[in-house]
């Protein structure tokens, strides 16, 4: 397991220095002068150079982007443009919120389309197995950031059942029930798509896998059946569906964005939407980065959560 | 049992794998019906979004202040109108257009980038596997929107620049399932004897791959236009897609949102629009999937 941990952390490097390339070039050729951001038209022809001397933004790119490495490697994000302070900590106080989000919907879909899709597979053609490929279609078809609206509407606007929008109530707020009755709506969104991909995949394995040889056997040897379907079915069917699992991490992290923007939820999704809209570079880089980070990290969790599963990966 | 192309039915390949391909669909259309049924719908969608110009519609953008946010079934209005008293359908089917080519024109894009490139890292082994391989493996290390995100932030907001993202973001998804039929195509006997007989990479590239990876292409493709025109209203919503005055299906949900608790309809509308679409897109998207899969046509 310890080699083959090296050799998965090895295979990291080139895909994070494809990333930190990507992030740096991106936005390196993004239009706009950030000099005349931070400087305003007003600035003289003097000022500007001297800014531009400062910022290191008069030598060539790949000494730029070797500079702008060593920073990042440091913890260093540059100072936001808008927001006038350091990015790394604007980020990772916002990538919190966005975790909680994307966390709940994770634990929401996987719990949910684990429990749907073994039931569909035990009961295929019924009632709930219908229902369940009905909802799947709907659920790759409906933007998310409608179904928000759309939950928003009846939950919070029309039955004030819940919250609205934010993470807290602006007045007395600030406890875990509060926080539990703010995430709701956002969770429930956010995971909609994911609990149907889920559910598909889970039936499709658990159907080819209860087709075995070893299932029929257990149940000769008289394994009842919720032990067949559970310890002999679902467990030799989690490969597949750790991958999904894992992909769909990956898209709550990033797709979050939406969800967040409906319920203005303070994630880090939605600081980069802002400093987009306010052409701050240094602040979009730094979401970019943490985010395509973690993503990195939810992937390598995936593979070593593979070769736990199945020893064979772990010496191929 | 299906008939299995032997090495000196090669040259034949192309013709007969177009008319599987006609034969598949129509048996495909007789089995399921809704899918039919949700491809007319499709294309009376497009229809409408082609023929916007000579239908009886009001103009999309003529503001009427007295009349605004009106809910469906006014008078004049059979859907309404917005915040500033434009006639809701109008709207909508002219936001059809640009919502409707946004995502036929990225999804196209990726295709087209995708296959050239899979087909190229499938062939060749080599440096230009590892080069194309390597490029989708870091373009597949980032969450798919928030990369669509990262480039419209390059390259600025818009409509063209949005497209131009997501086709990028679209590829590589091309590339991993095209490269994988190239690969096992490969080392088929039928390409080493098209080969034993002399024939360059370019006349096996075109008559012996590339037929071959029609059914599967024309698969993905019909379900990525549903999810390509998701993406792009996704950004329009955010406010990095179309700009005013021009409006999609998703900038136009992202203004009605701030009607919502009066006139839910103005947002709810265009949603519902994008929703059905895709919906369509999809159905007909997994009925072709049915019908062109030989696992599921050996049945």
């Known amino acids: 397991m310890r080699r083959y941990l090296a050799r998965r952390l090895l295979l990291l490097v080139p895909v994070l220095v494809g990333v930190s390339v990507i992030v740096f070039m991106v936005l390196h050729l993004s239009p706009g002068d950030p000099v005349e ?240 809209l306010a052409r701050d570079v240094p602040l979009v880089q730094g979401c970019v980065l943490v985010v395509a980070l973690s993503f990195v990290l939810v992937n390598l969790a995936v593979d070593l959560v593979y070769a736990w599963l199945d020893p064979r990966i772990r010496y191929e | 049992m299906s008939a299995r192309v032997e090495p000196a039915d090669a040259v034949a390949a192309g013709a007969a794998e177009r008319s599987v391909l006609v034969r598949a669909l129509a048996r495909g259309a007789r089995r399921n019906r809704v899918a039919v049924a949700a491809a007319a719908g499709l294309l009376a969608a497009v229809l409408a979004a082609v023929l916007a110009p000579w239908l009886p519609l009001l103009d999309p953008d003529a503001v009427d202040t007295v009349r605004r946010l009106q809910p469906p079934l006014t008078p004049g209005h059979p859907l309404g109108t917005d915040e500033f008293g434009r006639d809701l359908l109008a709207r909508l089917v002219w936001g059809a ?52 995100i990262a480039l419209v932030a390059g390259l600025g907001p818009g409509l063209r620049n949005a497209m131009i993202a997501i086709a990028i973001v679209g590829f590589p998804f091309y590339t ?45 493709f019909s379900l990525d236009v549903g999810a390509k025109i998701l993406v792009t209203a996704g950004l329009s919503f955010l406010g990095l897609g179309t700009q005013p005055p021009t409006a999609d299906w998703g900038s136009m949900l992202a203004t009605g949102r701030q009607f919502v608790i009066l006139s839910p309809h103005v947002a709810l509308l265009p949603g519902l629009a994008i929703f059905l679409i895709v919906l369509a897109l999809n159905m007909v998207g997994d009925a072709l999937r049915d019908a062109l899969d030989p696992r599921t046509q050996a049945s």
């Open chain 2, 176 to 220: 991993r399932l095209v490269r994988g039929v190239v690969l096992s195509l490969r080392e088929r006997e039928f390409v080493e004897a098209a080969r034993a007989l002399g024939a360059g990479d370019a006349v096996i590239l075109g008559r012996h791959v590339l037929p071959h990876l029609v059914s599967p292409v024309i698969v993905a």
């Open chain 1, 37 to 276: 951001i931070m400087l305003g038209a007003q600035a003289t022809q003097a000022d500007r150079a001297r800014l531009r001397a400062d910022l290191g933004l008069d030598q060539p790119v790949h000494v730029q982007y070797v500079r702008w490495l060593g920073h990042v490697a440091r913890g260093d994000l540059g100072r936001s443009l808008w927001m006038k302070r350091p990015v790394l900590a604007e980020v990772l106080l916002r990538f919190q919120a966005t975790l909680i989000l994307a966390g709940t919907a994770l634990l929401l879909s996987t719990t949910l389309g684990i429990a749907l899709g073994v039931a569909s597979a035990t009961r295929p053609n019924s009632l709930l197995d219908r229902l369940s490929a009905t909802a799947s279609l709907f659920g790759a078809s409906m933007p998310s950031f409608w179904l928000g609206i759309v939950l928003m509407v009846v939950f919070a606007l029309r039955l004030g059942w819940l919250p609205a929008s934010g993470m807290y109530a602006p007045y007395g707020g600030g406890g875990l029930l509060d926080l539990l009755a703010h995430l709701l709506l956002p969770a429930v969104t956010l995971a909609a798509a994911s609990v149907t991909i889920i559910a598909r995949l889970t039936r499709a394995t658990m159907l080819e896998t209860l087709g075995q040889d070893y299932i029929r056997t257990a149940r000769a040897k008289g394994v009842v059946e919720r032990g067949v379907v559970l310890r002999h079915g679902l467990k030799n069917a989690l490969i597949p569906i750790v991958t999904v699992v894992g992909v769909q991490a990956g898209y709550l992290l990033g797709g979050a964005v939406l969800t967040e923007t409906v319920f203005a939820w303070p994630g880090v999704g939605t600081l980069m939407v802002q400093g987009i």
């Open chain 2, 97 to 148: 257009r640009v919502s409707l080519l946004a995502g036929v024109v990225t999804a196209a894009a990726a295709m087209v980038l995708g296959v050239v490139l899979g087909v190229l890292g499938g062939f060749y082994s080599g440096w230009v596997e590892t080069v194309v391989m390597r490029l989708t493996d870091i373009l597949m290390a980032f969450p798919y929107v928030l990369l669509a």
